[in-house]
């Protein structure tokens, strides 16, 4: 049997289990700073689509230094564990892939949304979910 279809089985099979789970990555998406909502605005038409895009571009930059470490505190969630932060990849939406060096528990993992959320510099924060696929 393909290892695809045993997979999607036994996730079938397993159901209510997946709440169960334990979470390590999520996709985090910083909000647009000052000059590029001026550069943004200061475009129009054509010119505001390429304006869009190289906008986009330096938001698929890597995540600075500052922002990893404002994550990896936001993280400091789970008793006797120091959880580190650990940059993944861009997405094309302009959020990024994060993943921890430890699971969380679903009360720790709300903790650590809650604290991420609390940066006024964050439009959006949540777990990011895998899709397998054949």
Known sequence: MNKCIKNIIAIALCGSCMSAMAIDRFAVKYKLN??????????????????EEQVIKQLMENLSKDQLDALSKAADVKPGAKVQ????????????????????????????????????NVEYFEEDKEVMVC
């Not at 094309?92 to 994060?98: E, F, L, S």
């Open 34 to 51: 000052e000059s590029q909502k001026t550069f943004l605005s200061s475009h129009s038409g054509t010119d505001k689509e390429q304006a």
């Open 85 to 120: 932060v650990i940059y993944s990849h861009p997405l094309a939406t302009g959020a990024h892939v994060i993943t921890l060096s430890e699971d969380l528990d679903e009360t720790q993992t709300e903790q650590f949304i809650h604290n991420v959320k609390q940066d006024n």
